[in-house]
């Protein structure tokens, strides 16, 4: 060993709040987060979902409380999961989500910005993400993609600021925005569920809005989401939709998927957003409850992980306490 060598003590950088909060690359910001919120047009006052504490499904008039006291907690994005109170087979009334759109939209304006959910799953009676075939055993896709795109149309005609596909069509991206496009809705944009995989982690969202598969065919998304192990649909799925005219590149869920997370946004020049889902949300919940980690810690434990791997955006179901959490955060 030469004489002067002096091993590099990596524990200076680690020594005191200061310093480490100084070396930290990930400094997160309430500014980067999306809040969801779910409304369902079957109930007269809030209910409560199994797992997702703080998260309630609302009716119009509570969930234009739970926006306002979300933008004085510094959250003024949101992504709306409409619940409607009939499902169907084929023929599917968007009303009551055009009319919680114009709602918001009327009540907060430019203060917020709204993004809708963009599916069939609490629409369908099957549960599916699209319309099936005679015998449940195929989603129909030029059927689905065709019916999302004038779906889009209606909520951007009342005012929302993105359209959210979360249904895992193929091309439903591109007949979006060229529907938005020949309607003169430029503006608005698409926030593509680009990488969704098929995903045990979907539970207690499934038991807000009802969307859980029940058909006599296709017990499971498995034909149109991805499948956990395969990195290179993830990849192709993403770029495709950029290519359709994404503007904003979800992966979906997030904490499991930290390396799809990076190999996106390494391919990508559009901001990445990862949602921290449901079951994901749900778990940290339940080991807080339970006194074994604490909850505010592990949720920004969570966030700097996805900041880390690339992610631009997050959406998270306790996003209306980022900013608290981060403001108190310790390095
Ligand atoms: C609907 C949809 C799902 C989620 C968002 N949109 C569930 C699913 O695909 O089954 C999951 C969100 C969450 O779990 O937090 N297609």
Redo the contacts with the bound molecule.
Sequence with gaps: MEKNFFPINQRRLRADRHIRELSAGVKLSHRSFIQ?LFVDEAIQSPREVNGLNGVKVETIETVLQSIEHSIKSGIHKFLL?PVPAKQQETQFDFGYAVSVVKAIKSNFGEDVWLAS?L?L?SYTTHGH?GILNDDHSRLENSKTAEVLAHYSSLLANAGVDCIAP??MTDGRIGAIRSRLNSLNMEEVSIMS?AA?FSSQ??????DA?H?SPKSRGLQN?KTY?LSPGNMNDALASALRDEKEGADIIMV?PAALYTDIIAKVKAQTLRPVAA?H???E?AAVELLAAQGLLKRDAAHLEVWTALQRSGADIIIS?AAAEAREWIENMEF
């Design positions: 969801p999961f959910d599916c799953c993400c979360s249904d569920y969704k982690f979907y539970g207690p969202f499934r809005c969307s998304r989401q979906k949602y889902v449901s079951g949300y179901y």
